[in-house]
């Protein structure tokens, strides 16, 4: 049966240019059943509709369709570029508007939309959490805001899509002609072409376009690619580190607004649908590309783009945003902490936009408040979560375990981190007319910061270790098989005479696995050249505690509270606040996604890599775990000694290229995978096998 044709409309396939193709071939040549994409939409728009519009800005493959092909006027702007050729061509006031590569069209599914026309500018589908504006119909009333938007930047069909009336068909009704969502699959890579049943290759008698050979691995086509760019990816990285986005000074907040506005701009330039939202804070970053079709995993990449404060600047080689290379390592603030990994995420998904797209669809979140605790990440997340939906979370914020030895990391500490202000007299007194009567509030805050820690590192406040969860035997059992150099590891800490800390655990294990507390920062008193004998009016401290599972930042910065409260002399006023925490973390080691980053590392360094543990506080990973039920890998690629939040930041950039690839080949292995897209974490986590391979002491 015929379906009936739907007045007042266009149909429009978007072909483009370059990233429309496959191994040569542009998409809409790849065939179903004998006959190519392009074909089969052809004939179903004309059934439908009667005018059809093809978009294409090399039209001879297409010659042959019989169809209008109209060019891009507003050439490398994707999508959008594409719908305003589409809409200024058409002579109906409706266009229907899909890519070239969508070979699942469905005529019942477009009339439900062509149903809902009334009193709207746009209709979209929102599938699995996902608006999907290149299945949708577009009216000639877009086109005024598409051109403004399209003169000024470089917008997302989504940007169009908010300044005018857009309707949008939630998708318990799209079930009801479309339940798997297939009108939305299309073909980025080959390993798309075969999933969904296509040939690669053109049709006899097309002009210039021979058939392409067979690729069983795309990943490893883009090698070459990646080497002829790597001078491209250094300087790009330098313009981004020249930013001065430090977090936590005011006097930065117009630096770090720079800085996502940089990254979202960079993201639209690779076709991402990307956007600023504005927080109480600094704002988050977010874009997507959801290329790789309905039923294919989606990862969330996760960084911030913010960075710590530069003092003491007289200790830097060279100024910290002004970057340079040196012995094969880029210095700047930001380079390994967290902007250099965040980049070498943006040039891998550059680097599968070669071939199309990559064969996972992809989330990119960046944070511009992870050095000050994230404060304004959890209600963003809670507010979106549907937005953010993933089948696993991939982490670039961590070290390697050392140079050459590719790692993952499966555990971090959480954070509380607290100030106890110290006030005596109302003004600074001399120390010979009223030192031994009135106690000096820089002694008060010496004896509190004494009482909370004894001489081998051990807290003293009462319930501290309560909830401390205990090293499992085999997790003990990895540490030690590790390639763990004590001489390299104390020059790493500055030379220090010896390790320090509680007895009866490696090094490791206190740095990894322990509580810790440790003074920050401290003030009180003459700070000047010579000599001034006074009592201070106050003094104080910046104190943060490191947290393991299954320790809260809530009830130990409690805790701590009531302690020094309790030893604090009666002779000062002392005041506790606490600054900010988060929570510890500890990942899934057996999900997919995980056994998935090993083989993606391995292919890229050539050896297993090891799992750790660290040190450090990233409070997103463990909110984010919580609200999407899902894995979260952290797949590191700085170095224990480059100076993260010290003078002399550095990334060595073997690491930044290696970086790449593995990220290149994790999107690969993601999507290889048979079980890639996992169910959800639910019950007890389990604690990590003890490897065989990559573990050895060496």
């Known amino acids: 049966m015929e379906p009936a044709p739907i007045a007042g409309c266009t149909g429009a396939l978007l072909a483009g240019g370059g990233a429309t193709r496959m191994g040569g071939v542009p998409k809409g040549l790849l065939r179903l059943g004998g006959e190519t994409i392009a074909a089969r939409s052809v004939r179903l728009f004309r059934t439908l509709f009667g005018p059809v519009i093809l978009v294409a800005n090399d039209p001879a493959p297409y010659a042959g369709l019989g169809v209008t092909v109209v060019q891009d006027v507003f050439r490398g702007r994707g999508a959008p570029g594409g719908l305003h050729a589409a809409l200024a061509a058409a002579r109906t006031p409706w266009t229907f508007v899909a890519g070239c590569d969508m070979p699942f069209l469905d005529a019942d599914a477009i009339s439900l939309l062509a149903s809902r026309r009334e009193d709207a500018d746009v209709v979209m589908v929102r599938f699995r959490g996902h608006v999907e504006p290149l299945h949708a119909l577009w009216s000639r009333a877009c086109l005024p805001a598409l051109e403004r938007l399209l003169a000024a930047a470089e917008p997302s069909l989504r940007d169009v899509a908010a300044l005018v009336r857009t309707r949008i068909v939630e998708e318990d009704e799209w079930r009801r002609v479309d339940p798997e969502g297939r009108s939305f699959a299309n073909a980025n890579t080959p390993e798309d072409a075969r999933r969904l049943g296509l040939e690669i290759g053109a049709p006899a008698g097309a002009p210039g376009y021979a058939a392409p050979h067979p690729r069983e691995d795309t990943a490893m086509e883009l090698t070459g690619w990646l080497k002829d760019n790597e001078a491209r990816f250094v300087s790009e990285l330098v313009e981004f580190l020249k930013i001065p986005s430090i977090s936590s000074s005011t006097q930065h907040r117009a630096d770090v607004a720079r800085a996502a506005a940089f990254l ?32 294919k995993p989606t990862i969330l990449v996760y960084g911030h ?203 490791l294990e206190r740095i990894w696995a322990r ?43 409690r805790k701590f509270t009531a302690h020094v409260r309790k030893i604090a002399p009666r002779e000062v006023k002392v005041t506790v606040r606490s600054l900010h925490g988060g929570a510890a973390f500890l990942s899934e080691v057996d999900a997919p996604a995980f056994r998935a980053t090993e ?35 952290l797949m590191g690629f700085g170095l224990p000694d480059e100076n993260s939040h010290a003078p002399n930041e550095r990334l060595d950039l073997e690491n930044y290229r290696k970086g790449i690839l593995s990220a290149v080949y994790l999107y690969e292995e993601l999507a290889r995978a048979p079980e890639a897209v996992s169910p959800r974490p639910s019950g007890p986590r389990r604690t990590p096998r003890t490897r065989r391979r990559g573990n050895r002491r060496r």
């Open 264 to 295: 979202r701009d960079e993201l639209r330039r690779l076709e991402v649908d990307a956007q600023v939202f504005p927080t109480e804070g600094h704002p988050v970053v977010y874009g997507e590309w959801m290329g790789a079709g309905a039923g």
């Open 305 to 507: 783009y913010d960075v710590q404060p530069v003092d003491p600047l007289e200790l830097w080689k060279s100024l910290p945003f002004d970057p340079e290379v040196r012995d094969g390592a880029l210095y700047a603030r930001g380079a390994v902490d967290d902007k250099g990994q965040v980049w070498l995420h943006l040039k891998a998904f550059e680097a599968w936009r070669q071939v199309g797209g990559p064969p996972v669809n992809v989330k990119m979140l960046f944070e511009g408040e992870e050095e000050v605790g994230s404060a304004n990440l959890g209600p963003f997340l809670e507010k979106e979560k549907a937005r953010l939906a993933a089948d696993a979370v991939i982490v670039s914020d961590s070290p390697m375990f050392a140079k050459g030895v590719p790692s993952i990391c499966y555990g971090l500490r959480g954070l509380a981190y607290m100030q106890v202000d110290v006030e005596g007299p109302a003004v600074d007194l001399h120390s010979g007319s009223f030192g031994g009567a009135v106690l000096n509030p820089a002694n008060a805050l010496a004896r509190i910061i004494a009482g909370l820690q004894d001489a081998s590192g051990k807290v003293l406040v009462p319930g501290f270790y309560d909830r401390v969860r205990k090293l499992t035997a085999r997790e003990r059992a990895n540490t030690k098989r590790l390639p763990f150099d004590r001489r390299e590891w104390l020059a790493a800490a500055g030379s220090p005479p010896a390790p320090w800390g509680e007895g009866g655990f490696h090094v």
């Open 515 to 557: 509580p810790t507390l440790e003074v920050n920062g401290i003030w009180g008193g003459f700070q000047g050249e010579g000599a001034k004998t006074i009592i201070p009016a106050k003094a104080g401290a910046k104190i943060s505690m490191r947290l393991v599972p299954d320790q809260t930042p809530e009830e130990i910065a």
């Open 599 to 633: 083989r993606a590392l391995e292919r890229a360094f050539g050896k297993r890599p090891v799992l750790t543990r660290e040190g450090g506080s990233i409070p997103f990973t463990a909110t984010i775990q919580a609200a999407l039920r899902c894995p979260v890998v």
